[in-house]
């Protein structure tokens, strides 16, 4: 166990910061670099966040290795080589580790600890953070480094207790190989990770049957060896392409560059040879492939059909290949999914693919699970389904602010930030990633820096000034919810029941998450507030006891 080191007044550490992931990690580095003394707590038993957990069988990322990785450490970037043009989890979580025992992070980290609460005293401006083991820190901030795709959405199955075979979820796989081998595995859902693994699944089971309830488009992943040459080459000049990224919308560059056509200004055969272009080189370069994808219909479905095409070309009978064009939203409004041979994967004899749309699932059983319409009888059980994206890891923990309210009230009809970085009534709360900010639609990895650079700048200010408390103000944070609603309902996400409105947990309201104006426009915003004394945000009296004299 860490030792406290307690200063009375300033609590035991100046900043708690929960979860060990990609923004976790960063966060230990930079603030504890600027003399904070930081201590972070994580459910894991190593840092990684949701490539800690993520390791079922195919995970991997499809942002290129050499741009899905830091980018504050230039000795960093030189010296870390990855193996594959699109790292596959293995070698992330390796990173990861590489990072925390290259900057001797691992000393302030807690593993195998599940934060419950969070209480902010205004007494004494300070957080009190506990865990599942009944441990309680206090902080002056707390960073909810939480993550975006880190709480598995709940099982809504009646009767899983019962089932006498094995059962996994993707998002908690275990660390030992599991063997599919001479099993009748079923996987349900056909997202990202269902989409990854069930190729793999496929060459191990003796059958394999996947309940499917809405098909998604998918562009071949085209993995590989990174070539020397890419790599040399990016490794001399990281700093250009770092800058590319971060004024680029999604954060990547090595690819096709964006579009500024639109996709209905030129002629069919332009259009078909733009698409053709992109789908060998990755699947979110189709986001930008013209202008005019993600706002107007028309143009949605010239990539729509060309995605479509593909599928009825690789899969061999067509009412299964039918099954499995999404039809129903538009291309983009759910993740584009990036795959290896995963339609292919459907001509194999002994791979099945049934419709839970029409025949959704009723139960689980002793022996398999039944839908309204049959019943089928399975060794394994993979749950491939998802995430309570965006607020679910934030919301399992009990956040209470000013007067005791209640974070989970305070989000009741959606989440509402300002930036995405606070929360109107938690002071000295912030968010990495997080709703109202660009997060899941762009480099996750970049993104997080910029939220933790964002955010040590502010505490270093408080710091410099000698201030106690910085909090949205509830005026700033309802014009911003109001900026993120009617940006998102510009464009053609809401068509779609996806994770990025919420509409894949029962329940759950049903708001746009990401702020979908893109990265450049939201960091100008950010750094805009900054500028103008940091506008929008109420800043509190002085500090009674003041941070870090070590430091001063
Ligand atoms: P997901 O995209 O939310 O997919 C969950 C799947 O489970 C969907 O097909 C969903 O159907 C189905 N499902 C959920 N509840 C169901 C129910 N009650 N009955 C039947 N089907 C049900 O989750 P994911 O695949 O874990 O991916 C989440 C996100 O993680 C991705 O979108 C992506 O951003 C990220 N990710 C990225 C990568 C990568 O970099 N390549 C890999 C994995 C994950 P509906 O669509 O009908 O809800």
Not at 47 to 69: H, K, M, V
Not at 83 to 90: D, E, G, L, N, V
Not at 127 to 145: E, K, L, N, Y
Not at 306 to 327: N, Q, T, Y
Request: hydrophobic share 35%; glycine share 8%.
């Amino acid at each position: 166990m860490n030792q406290i080191n307690q200063v009375p007044g300033r609590g035991d550490y100046d900043v708690i910061i929960v979860g060990a992931g990609f923004a976790g990690v960063y966060a230990l580095h930079r603030l504890r670099g600027l003399g904070y003394r930081c201590h972070v707590i994580d459910a894991a038993d190593g840092p990684g966040g949701t490539w800690f957990w993520n390791r079922y069988p195919g995970a991997a990322c499809d942002i290129e290795s050499l741009e899905y990785s830091y980018s504050f450490s230039e000795e960093l970037q030189q010296e870390w080589s990855w193996s594959q043009r699109f790292a596959r989890q293995p070698e992330i979580l390796a990173y990861i580790n590489h990072v925390v025992d290259r900057f001797d992070l691992r000393k302030d980290m807690q593993f195998s600890a599940r934060v419950v609460s969070a209480l902010f005293d205004e007494t004494s401006d300070l957080w009190t953070v506990t865990t599942d083991g009944g441990q309680s820190r206090t902080a002056r901030f707390c960073i909810m480094a939480t993550g975006c795709l880190s709480a598995p959405k709940a099982n809504e199955f009646p009767g899983l207790d019962s089932f006498k075979g094995e059962i996994y979820h993707t998002a908690y796989w275990p660390k030992e190989t599991v063997d599919f081998s001479g099993k009748r595995v079923g996987v349900i859902g056909t997202g990202s990770s269902a989409i990854q693994s069930i190729p793999l699944i496929a060459a191990q089971a003796k059958t394999l049957t996947v309940f499917q309830r809405t098909p998604n488009f998918s562009v071949p992943a085209g993995n590989g060896p990174l070539d020397p040459e890419v790599e040399a080459d990016v490794k001399r000049n990281y700093r250009d392409l770092r800058r590319r990224e971060r004024n680029s919308v999604q954060g990547i560059d090595l690819g096709a560059t964006p579009e500024t056509r639109t996709a209905m200004g030129v002629s069919v055969a332009e259009r078909q040879a733009e698409y053709e272009k992109r789908w060998s080189t990755g699947a979110l370069y189709f986001y930008t492939s013209f202008v005019d994808i993600l706002v107007d219909e028309e143009a949605n479905n010239t990539v729509a059909e060309f995605a479509r095409g593909k599928i009825r070309a690789k899969v061999d009978d067509p009412a299964v290949a039918e099954l499995l064009c999404p039809k129903d939203y538009p291309f983009g409004t759910k993740r584009v999914c990036a795959d290896t041979n995963y339609f292919e994967t459907f001509n194999l004899p002994h791979v099945h693919l049934v419709d839970v749309k029409t025949n959704p699932i009723s139960s689980i059983t002793e022996t398999g699970l039944e839908t309204n319409a049959n019943s089928y009888d399975l060794d394994v059980i993979v749950f491939a389904t998802g995430f309570d994206a965006m607020t679910g890891a934030m919301l399992n923990i009990d956040t209470r602010g000013r007067d005791g309210i209640n974070l989970r009230d305070s989000w009741s009809a959606g989440p509402r930030t300002y930036l995405g970085l606070m929360v109107s009534g938690f002071p000295n709360l912030f968010i990495t990633t997080g709703p109202g900010s660009p997060s899941v639609t762009y480099n996750m990895v970049l993104g997080n820096e910029f939220h933790v650079e964002w955010i040590s700048d502010a505490i270093e200010h408080l710091r410099r000034e000698v201030i106690s408390t910085i909090e949205a103000t509830p005026e700033a944070e309802a014009e911003w919810v109001a900026h993120v609603n009617e940006v998102g309902n510009a464009t053609l996400y809401p068509k779609a029941n996806s994770w990025y409105l919420g509409a894949n947990v029962p329940g759950k309201p049903r708001m746009i998450m990401p702020y979908l104006g893109g990265f450049p426009e939201y960091k100008r915003r950010c750094t805009q507030a900054v500028a103008r004394h940091y506008e929008g945000f109420q800043l509190g009296g002085p500090q009674a006891v003041p941070l870090m004299e070590a430091a001063e």
